[in-house]
Structures are given as C-alpha cells and as structure tokens.
C-alpha cells in the first residue's frame, strides 16, 4: 500500500508539473499570436529571428495543449484514481510515443524521399515566390544567413525569381558568401551549398545530443505508461 501511495503522489506531481507547463507554453503561444509586437519588443531581436524562421505562436499552443491534456489526464487520473483517465491517459501517451518512432523511422530510412519530395514542393515556391513574398523571402534570408547556404539545393532554385529579377540578375549575398553584387557568374564560381545538405550537416553534427534528448524523451514516456498500467492494474485488486 505504501508503494502505491508513493507512485500515485510522484504520478500526481509529475503530471501536474507537465499540466503547469503546457499551460504556460499555451499562454505565451496566444499572447505572441494575439499580441507579436509586444513579445518581440520584450524580448528583443533574438524573438524576431525565432518568428520569422517558424511562427511559434502556433508551435506553441499545439505543444501546451498537448502537455495540457497529458498532464489533466495523469493527475486526475492518479489522484481520482480513476481507470478511465488512466487509460485515456495510457492512449495518447502511446499514440505519441508510436508517432516519435514513426517519424525516426522515416527520417532515418527515407532521407532520400524526403529530399526529393521537398525538392519537388520547395524549389517551384522559391522561383514563385522569393522576393515578392515578404514572409517567406525573409524566412529563407534568414536560413541562408544562418545556415550559410543558397537555396535548397544550389542557386539554381532561385534563378529567374521575383528576387533575381528585381536586382539586375543578381542572387542574394548568402549565394556568393555575402560578397556583392552576386552574379551568376560569381555565383557558379563560388558554388554554395545547398540550405538542405546544410541542415543535415547540422543534424548530423549535433546527432549525439539529439539522439540523447530523443532518448530522454522515450524513457519518460515508457516510465509514464508502465506507472500509468500499475496504478491502472492496482486499482483492480483494491
């Protein structure tokens, strides 16, 4: 009896930690969807570059309801010790931690595929659209910036863009490593990278902390299911 007061207090404290935070994530995710400037005037450039690679207003509110509706479902469920939010509980816990295993599945076997379908969707908006657009000229600015690479194959994918032709032929700094003008010339000499390969690299380069976050990750899910089934299970025999 000792052991299942225990588990069902930790199961309490985790999951009402995991309700605090999802609650948290969702606010600040409507507060900058309802009111960017403010974020952004608070917390200065850093949010700014943050907003225009994703718009994390939405990432968050997706992320805090989630966490909002785990956390709900494993305290209630422990403290009101009650067979169905536990399973409920178990379900969405399990349906994630499959999602997570399907998706390194993927990215592990399909990084080809992957390529190619981002090829075929990506390349036709950025000769589209690079340049009149100003959200997505400004988020690949900012990923060519950062990442030091041109387009997401080579130049070739911003050739005859809105860009190229509004400044005399030429390419964004990033494609002739912020040497200007950027002709086409000067760009096939200096031969940067794709923005895809170079994404890679990072992930690649950075794949023990990832690997170890990701595993991290599992651990707690599969700790939180087994607990979850235990207390589901004891509930039974009291």
């Known amino acids: 009896m000792g052991c299942f007061t225990f588990i069902k207090v930790m199961m309490i404290l985790f999951n009402l930690a995991i309700f605090l935070g999802g609650g948290t994530l969702l606010g600040i995710g409507i507060w900058v969807s309802v009111d960017g400037k403010s974020f952004m005037d608070i917390f200065g450039t850093l949010s700014t570059s943050v907003m225009q690679v994703v718009n994390v207003s939405y990432f968050l509110i997706v992320i805090g309801s989630i966490l909002l509706v785990i956390g709900f479902l494993g305290c209630c469920g422990a403290q009101k010790e009650s067979k169905c939010l536990l399973m409920m509980f178990f379900s969405v816990v399990l349906i994630i931690f499959i999602a997570e295993i399907a ?28 340049g ?78 990832v690997g170890g976050v990701a595993a991290g990750i599992a651990a707690l899910e599969v700790a939180a299911m087994v607990v979850s089934m235990y207390l589901y299970c004891y509930i039974d025999k009291k």
């Not at 998706?103 to 690079?130: D, Q, R």
């Not at 690479?149 to 390419?171: E, I, M, V």
Request: net charge negative.
């Open 103 to 130: 998706a390194a599945v993927v990215v592990l076997v399909y990084t080809g595929l992957a390529e190619t379908f981002l090829t075929a969707l990506v390349t036709p908006v950025l000769k589209e659209k690079y």
């Open 132 to 209: 009149e657009d100003d959200a997505l000229t400004q988020i690949w600015t900012v990923t060519m910036n950062e990442f030091h690479c041109c387009g997401l194959n080579n130049y070739t994918d911003l050739q005859d863009s809105p860009w190229y032709r509004d400044h005399n032929n030429t390419f964004p700094g990033p494609c002739c490593n912020s040497v200007d003008p950027c002709s086409l010339r000067l760009v096939a000499q200096t031969n940067v990278s794709g923005c895809f390969d170079q994404i890679l690299e990072e992930i690649r380069t950075n794949a023990d902390v």
